[in-house]
């Protein structure tokens, strides 16, 4: 058996597939909904995730009477764009700003203007856009100082739930 695993933005799947590629059994876990405290924000609770995970790998088993022993490997996927703040215990520092979030815009301006769009994509092969990680984090550290001094380093989505 392979479990595949989806972090989503509305809920966690989890995907329980014999050797043969025929899906056995999958289950969805919904998330707690979006947080939008403010025009542009988007925030979700990491721990939900983790606890959506969790769920959603214990209904698939289920559902296909199979042991999580059973399980010969795992792929997992999820939001790609997001930031989850972290503090040097790796614990959670605030929600996470997931990729719909368009506050950082200012940031991203910014970058544009110092370096040049062009350049921005010549050197990472992406644009700098508010979804992207390190304006989200410049963003965060200029509204805030105790989150900024409290984060020790940042993940995104998925690999949060994968270290988890």
Do not use: Y
């Amino acid at each position: 058996m392979w479990l595949g695993i989806d972090i989503g933005t509305g809920g966690t799947r989890a995907l329980l597939v014999d050797g043969r590629g025929v899906v056995r059994a999958s289950c969805t876990a919904p998330h707690e909904d979006m947080l939008m405290e403010r025009p542009l924000w988007a925030e979700q609770r990491p721990e939900n995730w983790w606890d959506a995970c969790v769920e959603a790998i214990r209904g698939v088993l289920a559902q296909a009477g199979v042991q999580g022993r059973q399980v010969r490997g795992i792929g997992l996927s999820g939001q790609m764009h997001g930031l989850v703040m972290l503090d040097s215990a790796g614990r959670v520092v605030r929600p996470a700003l997931i990729w719909c979030d368009q506050r950082s815009q200012a940031q991203v301006d910014a970058v544009n203007a110092k370096i040049g769009r062009g350049n921005v994509l010549k050197f990472t092969a992406n644009p700098c856009s508010p979804a992207s990680p390190c304006p989200s984090c410049c963003g965060s550290a200029t509204t805030s100082r105790e989150i900024s001094s409290a984060c020790a380093r940042c993940s995104c989505p998925r690999t949060t739930c994968a270290s988890s």
